[in-house]
């Protein structure tokens, strides 16, 4: 999810501070410095990397509209956790997000510090009564958050990056002005000489230096168990595929797929989304992990998030909500093609694709879900599809995607539009319970 309000054209455009160590922004809050435009997101992911709790909010792949923004952050002040266990979570988050206070510079990239950080599928368990996942081995928590004082941004479109910090947790004007200028020069420091420089947790965040996520995840004596194969759950093997199992056998998954017809047929649900786990050993770091990853398949919405003993790496194309200035949008993706290295198959898959009734089918029914979810947190009869089964080009593959919008009533936060859309669509099939 991004909470965003659109910046103004870019305030620095090519070829501008291109010094190491620009000088700082007018004393305004937040205080902010121009970085050396040569700097790339993925080189500074990699210097922040050791530092507890990174989050890289990486638009590895540029895209015609979306993309356009790239965000590292680390070492945040406040880091929280909740498990699926039934708690109000979401309401929990909302009364710590209540007291937060901060300003912000409206020609800047959007996200500026604050809340960010995982909200996993089980917190569907927080607000419906479904069942849960009799097994849970790796214990990863259903929300894990954490507020960030300080946030490196990148806006691709101009060439340009920003080291900007907020100096939580003061609240003293000036004591914040103190803590903000003080963590600036770390990560200034950081960026310029490397990671012995600074040490996570310095001046009140409460966290110590982080082991760093580049150790091997799944590798002895470095602070992480490893889990054997009885602690996992059922695993079968993946024809022609060694080393990788799946939580599904060939045999399983195709009476799982028939439990779905025959649900369908019942009228029980027009579409569900059947997914499988894959497992394999992890053979790098996490972070060398994530760096393949965005090279080989890079996403508008790719991201990597440290949690400590686990960390994610995404490559999606799919952003699930943006509140913009009270503007909501959510843009479900449904019907795919790979794409080919020769131009005129390309345009007979993605003529294939427009042309198939399944997949505008599919992509239709949550279309509807979403504009049923909208419409309990936007105004009335704003909710409107300005866009339905769009063909979107891929590094690998091609998509259908709509576009649902929404204006947030006033009494409404974008966490609140979050939770009553929870999980996505495109992720649950429909209906959602």
């Not at 160590?21 to 970085?35: D, F, H, K, N, Q």
């Not at 080393?243 to 649900?263: L, P, T």
Request: hydrophobic content about 35%.
């Amino acid at each position: 999810m991004t909470i965003d309000k659109r910046p103004s054209p870019c305030p620095l455009t090519k070829g501008e501070g291109s010094t190491s160590r620009p000088p700082a922004m007018a004393e305004e809050m937040p205080l902010v410095e121009r970085l050396d435009p040569a700097l790339e997101a993925v080189e500074v992911f990699r210097l922040l990397s050791d530092l507890p709790h990174v989050v890289f909010f990486d638009s590895a792949l540029r895209h015609p509209h979306l993309g356009r923004y790239s965000f590292v952050a680390a070492d945040p002040v406040e880091w929280f956790t909740f498990s699926a266990d039934g708690s109000n979570a979401f309401g929990r988050l909302a009364d710590r997000i209540g007291e937060l206070r901060q300003a912000r510079r409206a020609e800047l990239p959007p996200f500026q510090g604050g809340w960010a950080g995982l909200f996993g599928y089980e917190l569907a368990g927080s607000l419906e009564r479904v069942p849960r996942a009799s097994i849970d081995e790796f214990a990863i928590p259903a929300l894990a958050v954490g507020l960030y004082d300080i946030v490196v941004a990148f806006d691709h479109d101009c060439g340009a990056a920003w080291l900007i910090s907020q100096g939580f947790p003061e609240w003293d004007e000036s004591s914040r002005r103190e803590r903000a200028a003080e963590r600036l020069l770390q990560f200034r420091r950081r960026l310029t000489t490397g990671p012995r420089t600074l040490r996570g947790g310095d001046r009140g965040s409460g966290l110590q230096a982080a082991k760093a996520p580049s150790a091997c995840p799944l590798s002895e004596g470095e602070g992480v168990k490893r889990l054997s194969m009885d602690e996992l759950a059922p695993q079968f093997g993946v024809d022609g595929r060694a080393g990788i199992s799946s939580n599904f056998s060939a045999d399983g998954y195709h009476r799982a797929v028939q439990r779905v017809i025959d649900y369908i047929y019942s009228g029980d649900v027009f579409q569900v989304n059947l997914s499988q786990r894959l497992l394999h050993a992890a053979d790098s770091s996490s972070v060398d992990l994530y760096c393949r990853l965005r090279e080989r398949n890079p996403a508008p919405f790719a991201g990597y998030l440290d949690g400590g003993e686990w960390q994610i790496a995404s490559a999606s194309p799919e952003r699930f909500i943006r509140v913009d200035n009270g503007h909501v949008e959510t843009r479900p993706i449904k019907g795919t093609r790979g794409r080919s290295p020769h131009p005129v198959a390309d345009l007979f898959a993605g003529d294939d694709l427009r042309a198939s009734e399944k997949d505008w089918a599919e992509n239709v029914m949550i279309v509807d879900l979403l504009r049923n979810d909208l419409s309990r947190t936007c105004q009335p009869d704003s909710v409107r599809v300005s866009q339905l089964c769009g063909l979107e080009m891929y590094e690998y593959v091609q998509h259908l995607v709509s576009v649902v919008e929404g204006r947030l009533r006033p009494e409404c936060t974008p966490l609140d539009v979050l939770q009553t859309s929870f999980p996505g669509g495109s992720v649950t099939g429909a209906p959602k319970i």
